[in-house]
């Protein structure tokens, strides 16, 4: 069994910067890409940025430049540095990962999501 556990949320000021952190445990032999998504009430739930194995990086062109997503391979951790925070990024934050076990191959695991309010 894999899960995901989020962690870094909370409410901060537009223009502040907040660290989420999403560690995978379990029966792991690899992890493939790592993500985070985000859903605010009355929306989908949608791509932030995305770290593959290798390290390229995509992200949603609402986030280039403020958000930057990293991973520590050997920690099976996943982060995302989110700076110059706008009320518009208020949401639920999910980490998602492609992990391998031995026992089911690769499946999609979800974390249960953290809070991000952003208020003055």
């Known amino acids: 069994q894999v899960q995901l556990v989020e962690s870094g949320g909370g409410l901060v000021q537009p223009g502040g910067s907040l660290r989420l952190s999403c560690l995978a445990s379990?029966?792991?032999?690899?992890?493939?890409?790592m993500g985070w998504y985000r859903q605010a009430p009355g929306s989908q739930r949608e791509l932030v940025a995305l770290v593959t194995s290798g390290g390229s990086t995509d992200y949603a062109d609402s986030v280039k430049g403020r958000f930057t997503i990293s991973r520590a391979n050997a920690k099976n951790t996943v982060y995302l540095q989110m700076n110059s925070l706008k009320p518009e990024d208020t949401a639920v934050y999910y980490c998602n990962a492609d992990v391998h076990t031995i026992a089911l191959g690769p499946m999609d695991y979800w974390g249960k999501g953290t809070l991000v309010t952003v208020s003055s």
């Open positions: 379990g029966s792991i032999f690899s992890i493939n890409a």
